[in-house]
């Protein structure tokens, strides 16, 4: 998108809006008023975005970074109903620190201290999961002399120069067209560390699997809210007759399984992260392999005094550190009174 510079108006707007606190998301529309996301909750701008060119319609999406005045954005473009949308995702000025990101001490000490395995970051979109993957990955590789492999779409957070560790940042569409055959083919570049980014098929969750097994260590992502929600998803995008198999595996190779959620205090203004931490326990790993994935939820609870957490304990820990979660009013009926109400509104509405 051409007009996406810091000398353009559109530039020049969304860099205005993301010097404001908890800014995160801009919809861009041609002809329309710019839309920004601020703590969750989407508003209205004044500025309305009038291309200076023809734009050229394509169906699909695609994603990209561009970067403005030191800022950086990772990009979409999607077609809706004929006309272009892009949407901006602006991505932190520098990558946190561990203690910024406030992940579970256990967490930290198992991906810092792991010599191979899986480790599953999860949970939804703009729930923090690139940020808190960024904080690890830059801690490991100042503490250790290792190569770094991350596979990206696109690449959003830029690493510093001069590290003890080598990273190799590539990203779909630029540096590789096919994820499938590089992280093959990753196994054979001495990689220390893989970021895989986000599974999405069968044959990546095998692959996955496979560098885990042979002496890697593996990041990759889940739009998963749970951690036992996690292990089922993650098995049943394995084709069925491996599936027996990739139980054993996952059991075997996984490290931790992480999920996340984004909580906004309305009295300060931000949001802050909340926690749900599953370790590779031989309880948990026995549970696993016989595919009794509804009692991992109990093996959270007899495990939090051995590091795991969930949300409900994190929740708890937050509120002793001074943050107040601010949660979704509710609608103030019943199941049964929801269809009542709608009837009211509408005869309400016809009489007006």
């Keep these: 998108m051409d007009d996406i510079h810091e000398r353009s108006q559109l530039g020049n707007r969304i860099l205005q809006l993301s010097r404001d606190p908890g800014v995160s998301d801009f919809y861009v529309t041609p002809w329309e008023q710019l839309v920004f996301r601020q703590n969750g909750k989407l508003y209205y701008d004044s500025y309305v975005y009038q291309p200076q060119v023809q734009l050229e319609i394509q169906a699909g999406t695609r994603d990209y970074a561009v970067s403005m005045a030191n800022r950086r954005y990772r990009v979409n473009r999607m077609t809706t109903r004929g006309r272009l949308r892009w949407v901006l995702r ?62 990206e779409d696109p690449i959003e957070y830029l690493y510093p120069q001069g590290l003890p560790s080598l990273l190799s940042q590539r990203e779909i569409g630029t540096d590789e067209m096919d994820f499938a055959a590089s992280l093959r083919a990753a196994l054979r570049q001495a990689p220390d560390v893989i970021l895989v980014g ?53 059991a075997d190779s996984f490290r931790a399984i992480l999920c996340q959620r984004l909580l906004l205090d309305e009295a300060k203004k931000c949001r802050f992260s909340i926690h749900e931490l599953l370790l590779p326990y031989d309880s948990v790993c026995g549970i696993i392999r016989r595919g009794e994935f509804k009692k991992l939820e109990h093996e959270l609870e007899a495990g939090m005094t051995r590091g795991m957490v969930n949300f409900e304990r994190s929740i708890l820990t937050r509120e002793a550190e001074g943050w107040k979660p601010s949660f979704n009013r509710t609608t103030g009926f019943t199941e049964n009174e929801v269809y009542d109400f709608l009837q009211r509104e509408q005869l309400t509405s016809h009489a007006a």
């Design 90 to 151: 602006l991505l932190p000025e520098t990558i946190p620190n561990l203690l910024q990101v406030a992940l579970p001490p256990a967490a930290i000490k198992a991906f810092l201290e792991a010599k191979n395995g899986l480790f599953l970051v999860c949970g939804g979109t703009g729930s923090g999961k690139s940020t808190t993957i960024a904080a690890l990955i830059l801690e490991r590789a100042k503490r250790k002399q290792e190569h770094i492999i991350t596979f």
């Design 198 to 250: 986000e599974i999405r098929d069968g044959e990546t969750a095998e692959i996955a699997l496979q560098a885990a097994e042979t002496g890697h260590v593996v990041v990759a992502t889940l739009h998963t809210s749970t951690a036992a929600q996690t292990v089922q998803r993650y098995l049943k995008l394995v084709s069925s007759d491996r599936v027996e198999n990739a139980m054993l595996s996952f």
